[in-house]
């Protein structure tokens, strides 16, 4: 299903949305919404891909001026073509062929053929991929010379739901305005999606990558457990995980190989994720990191509103999904509520988008006798969180570079975090020796270590001293280094730059 919800012939910069802006709030979401809401006098577009219509609610952001251009497109629904035989291109499936051969190298650029929208729109269009006997024969091919061992129904549906979009995603580029910069805020789906735009457009591509999306569907296939499927346990290697998880796993990183080799300049947030790029086949040259800012003038107002002296609250701000461990977070809540009788806990953020899961995090709060102590509040206005605040905290098993961090420093919230991402960088300062020399603005700990949390939240709890300095040290950082008006500068020369280009 596809529709629009503004329609313009020309835009600036097109922003290639998964899952995200604006039907989701906070994390990348928020990001665009500060550079769209930050530079008034460039059109924006946005290209929303979804799963499923029925995944999302409405938009989630009151869509400004400078927002000429939204279009939506869900890659799952079904909407398959009428079932009819069909022959199929046996030349093409064999360039796909070739294609999947040549996977286990590094580095290569996208097949030449497969650059142009032309070969998933007319040599194997969708009605081939899924009807024709050349598709047959060739899913049967691979599937002996690769898993002979796996559950066929198994593999075939997994090949069939990873390829599918592809087409979708062809179509978008053939309907697409005018573009002059398509800029992915990931790879995975989107990063394709503008990969095979900017070969089929000849227009810049500029990617900015928060948390890496290699590895985090990574994460995410290895804990899923809508995958059944695995060998018996006397034929698996030990070093051998459910192959069907695997092809997920393979084929968005060799995506994400296409999307690095395509765009102009490649960016990141902290310099750890940067690394993770180059390791993941980005050539080096062409990375660069650009941490996030937040606007510290508008936060700070919110210090007047602070009562020191008020009920010890610690604040979870993000999404109630298994990345972010609410688990751990609530563990570590029934720790220190043996210590700390009066201590509350709020988790601030969308409950919808994994409802099994906030489903066990509620049980869980009921099973450990928390009712009194735990509140889930949904999304929040963080302005009116942050001053009744007394400690942030994130317990992600998997970060970029988070804003509420920021933007609890900027409130003069000290944060207890896991090492994950740039969470360390911030708090204890990563960008240079001057950062470092600063101190600590809270604590590090351990992923899935709610004891080592939980002796965080007590200490800084009971140590009004060690607060203070953390609070102090908070308030610098974020207004020395992480201003939204240097971030906002920067993206701005990189877009004008491009735009001009694209318009010569």
């Excluded at 003038?297 to 999904?321: M, S």
């Excluded at 960008?431 to 800084?460: V, W």
Aim: hydrophobic letters at 40%; charged letters at 25%; a neutral charge.
């Amino acid at each position: 299903m596809s529709f629009y919800i503004r329609k313009s012939e020309n835009v600036d910069v097109m922003f290639l949305a998964e899952g995200t802006y604006p039907y989701i709030k906070g994390g990348v979401s928020s990001w665009i919404a500060q550079i769209i809401n930050g530079m008034p006098d460039i059109n924006f577009g946005v290209c929303f891909i979804g799963s499923q219509a029925s995944d999302y609610d409405d938009i989630q952001y009151t869509l400004p001026d400078n927002v000429v251009h939204v279009e939506v497109h869900y890659l799952f629904d079904d909407d398959k073509p009428e079932i009819k035989k069909r022959k199929g291109n046996k030349k093409a499936f064999k360039d796909i062929e070739k294609l999947y051969d040549t996977f286990k190298m590094r580095n290569f650029e996208m097949p030449k053929n497969m650059q142009d929208i032309s070969f998933y729109l007319d040599k194997i269009t969708f009605d081939d991929f899924l009807y024709s006997k050349t598709s047959w024969d060739f899913i049967n091919k691979i599937y002996l010379k690769n898993a002979p061992d796996v559950s066929f129904i198994d593999y075939f549906w997994t090949l069939r739901n990873i390829h599918r979009p592809i087409w979708i995603l062809a179509k978008i580029v053939k309907n697409l305005p005018n573009v002059k910069l398509l800029h992915a805020p990931s790879t995975g789906y989107a990063g394709f999606l503008g990969t095979l735009a900017s070969y089929n457009t000849n227009k810049p591509l500029i990617l900015t990558e928060h948390g890496i999306y290699t590895r985090e569907r990574k994460i995410d296939m290895l804990s899923a457990d809508w995958v059944e499927f695995k060998k018996p346990a006397l034929l698996q290697q030990p070093e051998e995980f459910n192959y069907i998880k695997k092809m997920w796993v393979e084929f968005f990183r060799k995506i994400g190989e296409f999307t690095y080799e395509r765009s102009e300049n490649i960016f990141s947030l902290y310099a750890g994720a940067r690394d993770i790029q180059v390791m993941f086949g980005a050539k080096e040259e062409k990375t660069k990191i650009i941490p996030n800012g937040v606007d510290v003038r508008g936060l700070n107002k919110t210090l007047e509103q602070r009562d020191e002296d008020a009920k010890p609250i610690i604040t979870l701000i993000g999404r109630v999904v298994s990345i972010k461990d609410i688990k751990t977070f609530i563990r570590a809540i029934r720790i220190t509520a043996n210590t700390l009788t009066d201590i509350e806990a709020w988790i601030v953020g969308p409950t919808d988008e994994d409802k099994e899961y906030f489903q066990e995090c509620q049980q869980m709060v009921k099973s450990l006798q928390l009712e009194q102590h735990i509140k889930f509040l949904g999304f929040q206005n963080i302005k009116d969180i942050l001053p009744k605040t007394k400690l942030l905290t994130l317990t992600s098993i998997s970060e970029g570079m988070p804003l509420v961090i920021l933007e609890g420093f900027a409130s003069g919230v000290p944060c207890v975090a896991t090492n994950v991402g740039s969470c360390k960088d911030l708090i204890k300062g990563g960008l240079n020796e001057d950062d470092k020399a600063l101190g600590d603005a809270g604590a590090i700990t351990s992923i899935s270590s709610p004891n080592e949390t939980a002796q965080c939240y007590i200490k800084f709890l009971t140590d009004k001293n060690l607060y203070k300095k953390a609070q102090d040290v908070a308030l610098e950082r974020v207004k020395k280094y992480y201003q939204q008006d240097i971030f906002l500068a920067t993206y701005k020369n990189i877009y004008l730059e491009k735009i001009n280009r694209s318009e010569k």
